[in-house]
């Protein structure tokens, strides 16, 4: 969770924190939610300051006054615990999660192969926001009898992109969204029903052989006649 700036505890350290009024869960957003791959708190903090954020990150580089919730890890010392980041290393707070400005966007699913689906708000309409998502060029499929998209990487298969998800008769390899197509011009938010029905449908991640997804490759030559 992001620090809001007109917070005057802003950047601000534990200590200062707490003479100032204490730590107020409303004056957080919730920037990011979801899988990465780190063994503590440092591996976190690498990633989301200096390293390559996730795709679906929306925040500026994590700091001091941010916050950390881990929900599941590793690491089971840490899991269901709330990190706030310190001028130095981290305190264990108490932190109301639900108090916080939820993230901004449109509902809808997103599924990276071995995990399981998340369920996000995004931006969806902008196309740097689905770019940066899947990875690149965007391919936009309708595998579903259902008034939903299924946004992915255009070229997933031709640069290596690790399988990710069956999907009806074809392989789907790289990051997906599924996001809401109501026939308008612009995507719409899945209903929470349709949010519910795609993450049972695609809650196990599965294993799927780059074998399996070169196999599923359709490429068509066609030379010219002399």
């Known amino acids: 969770m992001d620090n809001i700036e007109e917070n005057k505890n802003h950047f ?28 503590n708190l440092e591996d976190i903090y690498e990633k989301l300051n200096v390293g390559n954020k996730p795709p679906t990150y929306k925040g500026y580089s994590l700091s001091v006054s941010d916050v950390i919730e881990v929900i599941e890890g590793a690491d089971d010392n840490l899991n269901g615990k ?24 449109k509902r809808c699913v997103y599924i990276t192969p071995g995990n399981k689906p998340l369920e996000l708000k995004l931006n969806i309409n902008e196309y740097d926001v689905l770019n940066n998502a899947v990875g690149g060029l965007i391919e936009l499929t309708h595998p579903f009898d259902d008034e939903v998209c299924v946004v992915g990487n255009d070229e997933a298969k031709l640069i290596g992109m690790k399988g990710n998800r069956h999907i009806g008769e074809s392989i789907y390899a790289g990051p997906i969204l599924i996001v809401g197509d109501d026939g308008s011009e612009d995507f719409a938010e899945l209903t929470q029903e349709q949010a519910d029905k795609y993450m049972e449908m695609f809650a196990e991640p599965e294993q799927i052989s780059d074998e399996e997804v070169k196999s599923d490759m359709g490429i068509r030559f066609i030379g010219f006649n002399y």
Do not use: L
């Open 12 to 39: 601000m350290g534990y200590d200062f924190t707490m003479k100032h009024g204490g730590i107020d869960e409303s004056r957080y957003k919730n920037v990011f939610y979801g899988d990465i791959e780190a063994n």
């Open 82 to 105: 709330t990190f706030f980041c310190d001028d130095v290393g981290y305190r264990t707070i108490d932190f109301d999660t639900s108090k916080c400005q939820p993230m901004e966007g």
